[in-house]
């Protein structure tokens, strides 16, 4: 196994460490800690990419396993943020209908031996879903830290996390549109 994959797995092994540490508040520090695991396990995400092009080592492994790494790690954190009341349902599941169809577009693709590559606007929902991920976690923190107890400051963490989801979910919705419209011809040629 090469160097990109295996860190693709150590992404993979990362998340459920992430989701212990995000969720369970008996642990000092609980919000740090997630912050940094999913700081380390996005950055993963961008060294294993750079590394496969430069030193041409593109696995079909790497290829299925990498956007399967990311959206196992961004769907875990959402669906946290909804259990512990961080975001709200819709948000949720937007992301996760936009990556199934993305992801079926992709499988129809392939069944035709055509790989579609991520564009753009791919990359900037999967940077937006970092950043508001990052900065959800990172309001809590505070919240925890230094305005325990404060309900304007919980609400003011919550609208300003929401706020970031939202521009996160926008740019979900904007991609996946512009994935379709740009693959739509994958389902008129398997027919």
């Keep these: 196994m090469n160097l990109?994959?295996?860190?693709?797995?150590?992404?993979?092994?990362?998340?459920?460490?992430?989701?212990?540490?995000?969720?369970?508040?008996?642990?000092?520090?609980?919000?740090?800690?997630?912050?940094?695991?999913?700081?380390?396990?996005?950055?993963?995400?961008?060294?294993?990419?750079?590394?496969?092009?430069?030193?041409?080592?593109?696995?079909?492994?790497?290829?299925?396993?990498?956007?399967?790494?990311?959206?196992?790690?961004v769907v875990s954190a959402l669906v946290c943020f909804l259990q512990m009341g961080l975001t709200n349902v819709w948000f949720v599941l937007i992301v996760i209908a936009r990556e199934f169809?993305?992801?079926?577009?992709?499988l129809v693709a392939a069944d035709s031996g055509i790989v579609?590559?991520?564009?753009r606007w791919g990359k900037a929902k999967t940077v937006s879903q970092i950043v508001a991920i990052l900065v959800v976690i990172a309001l809590q923190y505070l919240r925890e830290l230094l305005w325990a107890g404060s309900a304007v400051h919980e609400v003011g963490c919550y609208l300003i996390g929401e706020a970031f989801l939202l521009i996160c979910v926008l740019l979900t919705v904007v991609s996946g549109v512009i994935y379709l419209k740009q693959n739509w011809q994958v389902f008129r040629d398997s027919k």
């Design 4 to 73: 990109p994959n295996k860190l693709t797995v150590l992404r993979m092994i990362m998340v459920p460490f992430f989701v212990v540490f995000l969720t369970v508040s008996a642990i000092p520090h609980h919000y740090l800690i997630a912050f940094l695991l999913f700081s380390a396990a996005s950055y993963t995400d961008h060294l294993d990419g750079k590394i496969a092009r430069k030193r041409k080592l593109i696995t079909n492994f790497g290829k299925f396993m990498d956007p399967l790494a990311d959206k196992i790690l």
């Design 101 to 106: 169809m993305v992801t079926s577009i992709r």
């Design 116 to 119: 579609i590559a991520a564009n």
